[in-house]
């Protein structure tokens, strides 16, 4: 069934008549189109005769015994209005894609800490278990068929996806992504799948894949060579950014089978991350990396130390989120108000600030005003999914549109709809900060507000066939980590022409989904990607400059304040300028 833009009516075997509408588009896929609908996740294949021969209905029958609260098994066949088979479907799975919860900025953004990566860990090992009980392989558990619900009841847990994909009875795989095959397997078996499994899960703990770093004798991201001669982070000689958690964080009988798994060949069924046990603990391997082309020297200022709530987000206006929920000034140092989602956002607005918070999943909105900080409640018709900011610039997504929100004073303050910009589907759109991409039956689109009143949609064919993972955009520039099909990480910087009619474009290797960067408004980024060295670049001249200093790490995690740079480490806030 090839992709359809406008609405479909099928049969859900089991369920009766459903209707797909353009709005419930999620992806297109290899084999086919995913949608969400009430509730329900619909696989629409496309070629439907494929899926015939391939006998999916006996394959969906045998998996539908798997379905629990972590495994998001087939449920039934999809039938077109003629009664044929044309696809699957499943429940919905609403999370976080697994990548993300890798990165120290989606951890201290979502209040993600040791105890809870243990707990999912562990409820990862329960679904692999459950799956081997059911005669079942996953095959391929990477990264990106695992989702992770950190909201509502039983949470931190996981959601196992693209379970049709599993062998099972008489209908076998052999597709896995390379970053996490066992290439010492020539056959996949229960142990492949720990194997894999652990991979992702180390990553959970520690923000690396167990076989990245650096490594003498080794390219960048020539994880598969290494995975073959077992030179793993706990090789001699490979060293990490200050970035990757310390190996201490894992349980140590679980951090003694990853030696033994990673770095000695050995295949087993990994301990639960509860298991106690007093085993050597080894730190991660460090190693600044110092060029000798810097120019210039470097201030550190700190701004906000305030040790029980340690910062963990900077907004462009220079506000600043705490651990505890409080929002502070960094300008007066005063406390302005709170948020309780780490999602919320602030934005600086005639004589005070505008927070947009979400409570018990709803739409909170307060004006405080800067001079006395009194706040007022602001009433809101319009309902959406999520806040988006770019800059000081503030926008919510519905089910069509980003929405601008503006904030009006007629001798009260008011909110306000401003400019509208239709999107295809929010279930289609990632957001990230400061832009959306939109995926649009296999077409990658950029969704980018601009200047201060634009917002344009751009086409980004580069972005077709990867999975972006993170982003962030500012004036006529965007960086984004999209993970391709092989396990491999690539970051794309995009530099704009003033109207955005048009885009250079910048590609490199990325070791991870974690993307350092400030962006500042006058069009110069500061970025982080190796200890001791600070790269400072102005993307429309191509103007670069590399300063080494020891005291910079990629643990600093960079943000601006209007045209200051600022960062974030160890919860205390610091400016970073030249002198």
Known sequence: MAPNTGTIKVELEGRGPLVLRPSDYVATGGEGSIYRASGTTVKLYTDPAKMRRDGMAEKVKLLQPLGSEFIMAPQGVVLDQKGSPVGIYMPFAEGEPMPRVFTNTFRDREKFDD???????????????????????????????????????????????????????????????????????????????????????????????????????????????????????????VSLNRAVRDFHVIPAPLLEFYKAMFERGERGIPPSPYDKGVGAVAPAARALRVVTTASGALMFEKLLDLTA???????????????????????????????????????????????ADTVDSKNVYTYVDSRTLKTVILPFALNGYRHVRFENRLFLTTSTELVELNLVNAGKPLLAVGRRTSILSPKSTKWFDGLGVQEAFGANFMLLP?????????????????????????????????????GAYKKFEFTF???????????????????????????????????????????????????????????????????????????????????
């Not at 962030?472 to 520039?477: P, V, Y």
């Not at 970025?527 to 300063?547: M, Q």
């Open 115 to 237: 105890d809870q990566a243990k707990a999912l860990v562990g409820r990862i090992h329960d679904t692999v278990k459950s799956a081997h009980d059911h005669a079942a392989l996953m095959i391929d558990p990477n990264e990106m068929n695992w989702i992770a619900v950190l909201k509502g009841k039983n949470v931190p847990s996981p959601r196992a996806i693209d379970v049709d994909s599993w062998a099972i009875g008489r209908f076998g795989a052999s597709v896995v992504m390379p970053s996490i095959r066992d290439w010492h397997s020539k056959d996949f078996t229960k142990l492949t799948d720990w194997f894999s499994v652990s991979i992702v899960c180390f990553q959970i703990f520690t923000g690396i894949h167990p076989y990245r770093g650096t490594l003498a004798g080794y390219k960048p991201g020539d994880f598969e060579a290494r995975m073959k001669k077992n030179h793993s982070v706990f090789h001699t000689g």
């Open 450 to 486: 601009f200047g201060e009143k634009a917002c344009v949609s751009v086409r980004a064919r580069e972005l077709d066939g990867v999975i972006p993972v993170s982003g962030k955009a500012g004036n006529r520039f965007a960086s984004i980590i999209a993970m391709y099909k092989t």
């Open 309 to 355: 709530h340690p910062a963990v987000r900077i907004f462009h206006c220079g506000a600043v989120l705490t651990a505890s929920g409080v929002v502070y000034d960094l300008a007066t140092n005063r406390q302005i108000g709170t948020l309780q989602s780490r999602s919320g956002e602030v934005v600086k607005v005639e004589d005070g600030w505008l927070l």
């Open 497 to 579: 022409s003033a109207d955005y009619s048009s885009y250079t474009i910048w590609q490199g290797g990325a070791d991870s989904s974690e993307l350092n960067i400030a962006i500042l408004p006058k069009g110069v980024c500061a970025t982080i990607v190796n200890d001791g060295e600070l790269v400072i670049f102005v993307p429309r001249n191509a103007s670069l400059n590399r300063v080494s200093d020891k005291q910079i790490a990629t643990d600093m995690a960079l943000a601006h304040w209007n045209d200051t740079v600022v960062y974030i480490q160890n919860g205390a806030l610091w400016s970073l300028r030249m002198k």
